[in-house]
């Protein structure tokens, strides 16, 4: 329910404009948070979140426009003015030290310490242990950040946050990394956090996630604001309306029907380290399979497994009834194996790049007369794919996120793919994107495609799957059809208990 109080909001915007390089960004955004307020903020990728938020958070001055913060007008030079006072902003990109322990990162700049600048340790330790429980997440503070999953670095990003005194915490995506389960504990700390007045701005292309934690939402559409309502008064249906500017059409989640007798991937015995062991499974030509479980259970070391990013210590791999070793990456694609990873900006793209080199990266050694027949490859998949860009040249960096992604499969479909392994395919994309993504999922399976994927979001899993194999703890825990499958048989499974 929206916090009701007769003191003015904590923070004010009004008619808050910003262009880049002469185009319009953001134009006449008024825009407010009540102390106490869980305030979700929506919009295509594209719509002007990010440049408002770094408005908020002093990265950027805006070009016209005023601020109010607790009734007071303010102007923000830089992010120190916006944390002095009391603005934290937990940014979808981590920015982490991977060399320093959970403790160090969490009180970065701000270690408690007595004279002459002595660390106490013993008190820092124990209080970042408090902030990783109050998350719900049970581990050594003293664990180096590069040893922790993409799910853990988040959790600490969001705790580095709660160690400062804030009163708004801007969180951007803040559960795309996480499992289910550790977004129901973050959704508890928001509650708590907002029991003791401290306001949320909530950005999320989950919508689910705007009716289960937000008292309010706003929706942006190209730079421009659409509408603000308690939650309470926004339908489901009008609120993605509102962000593309369309009723959004998306196939059904009936089942695709193009799975065939053929076993095009085959894994036996698979394993490796502490990671993941006795992996077997079976997945025919033209059918989609999701990998389901919570954040650590050994998804994403499965799939990098099978593509040679991290090669198993035992087990073996067939493609389309052939064993095939797969050591490194380049066996994996000489056998038909293509992976599209969990983190695009890391592991997929080269960002510095064009949209046309990234498309040809994979096929390259294919193309005799480079310039021509990679333009001519590169234009098709931008047309093929509806790829929103300027041209083939454009860096890939300039792309959203969905286009991003789009660029990711792109590089495959040009490779003789027969096995498809997607890992959390729309991590960070809008729902208009998402849609796409899914339809791009599925006509690849009716091309004969086998595909498994990994995803976090249940209802993503529920939609697109066939057939959903279940992980807890490195091992699979059980196989669930598309008839059986649900939200509670998954959690169950996934948490070492039994489906039935």
Known sequence: MRPESNAPPLLRLEGISKSFGGAAVLTDISFEVLAGEVHALVG?????????MNIVSGVLQPDSGRMEWAGSPVVLQNPRAAQDLGISFVHQELA?????????????????SRRLGIVKWD??????????????????????????????????????????????IIMDEPTAPLSERETERLFEVIGRLRGRGVSIIYITHRLKEVYTGADRVTVLRDGRLIATAPVSEMPHDLLVRHMVGRELSEESAEPHGSAQPVVMLKVDGLARGHSFRDIGFEIRRGEIVALAGLVGAGRTEVLESVFGVSPADAGRIYVDGREVPVRTPADA???????????????????????????????????????RQEAA????????????????????AELSGGNQQKVVLAKWLLTDV?????????????????AEIYALIRALARRGAAILFASSELEEVLRLADRILVMHRGRIAGELSRAQASDERIMKLATGGDAE
């Open 44 to 52: 295509e990728n594209g719509a002007g979140k990010s440049t408002l």
């Open 418 to 434: 027969k096995v498809f392994l997607l890992d959390e395919p729309t991590r960070g994309i809008d729902v208009g994107a998402k």
């Open 377 to 396: 490859a590169a234009q098709r998949m931008i047309g093929e794919l509806s790829v929103r860009t300027r041209d083939a040249g454009t860096p890939v």
């Open 333 to 371: 694609i000489r056998a038909g194996i293509a992976l599209v990873p969990d983190d695009r900006k890391a592991k997929g793209l080269m960002l510095g790049a064009s949209v046309r080199v990234n498309m040809v990266l994979a096929s390259e050694r294919q193309f005799v007369i480079r310039g």
């Open 123 to 168: 008190e820092m330790h124990e209080r970042a242990r408090e902030l990783l429980a109050e998350l719900g997440h049970d581990v050594d503070p003293r664990t180096l950040v590069e040893d922790l999953s993409i799910g853990e670095k988040q959790l600490v990003e969001i705790a580095r946050a709660l160690a400062c005194v804030s009163r708004l």
């Open 96 to 112: 982490l030290v991977p060399q320093l322990s959970i403790a160090e990162n969490v009180f970065l700049g701000r270690h408690p």
